[in-house]
């Protein structure tokens, strides 16, 4: 027999659009085991970057539950071999013009150059921008 917890009641409005009008940069890529804790010293040194150059916040995600699905998964998509996890990654900016600025000043920042020692098979990292429809405050 299940129990259910009690929780407080949410109203919701029947749709909600995202009025901030922020942007969100998304990435999945996938990392050997061993290069987790080089992912990590990575992932803080170009995170960093971002946040000079306008994001918001940059979350770095380590695959901790991530199934194989019937047609296609996270797995899948970036060709994740048997010793890979799967890192889930969004830079949040402000709005899509500091988005704009801020990645063409990433792009051509001299520290980019450290990216050649890269923990992981950039070739099967996939991204891409995204404009919010729905965004729900706690």
């Known amino acids: 027999m299940r129990s259910f ?3 407080k009641k949410v109203t919701i409005p029947a749709t909600i659009e995202a ?3 922020s942007y969100i940069d ?3 890529i996938a990392v050997p085991n061993t290069n987790r804790e080089q992912f990590i010293k990575h992932a803080n040194t170009f995170d960093v ?3 000079e150059f306008g994001a918001t916040r940059v979350l770095e995600c380590w695959g901790d539950n991530v199934p194989e699905g019937k047609l296609t998964d996270f797995r899948r998509a970036v060709q994740a071999e048997e010793n890979e996890s799967v890192v889930f990654s969004w830079v949040e900016w402000p709005d899509k013009a ?3 600025a801020g990645m063409a ?3 051509k920042d001299p520290r980019m150059a450290a ?3 890269c923990p992981f098979d950039g070739k099967r990292m996939i991204f891409g921008g995204f404009t919010p429809v729905v ?3 706690a």
């Open 115 to 117: 990216a050649s020692a």
């Open 49 to 51: 970057i971002f946040l």
């Open 19 to 21: 009025t901030a009008m």
């Open 135 to 137: 965004s729900l405050p």
């Open 26 to 28: 998304g990435f999945v």
């Open 5 to 7: 917890v009690a929780r």
């Open 105 to 107: 000043k990433f792009m």
């Open 98 to 100: 500091t988005r704009d």
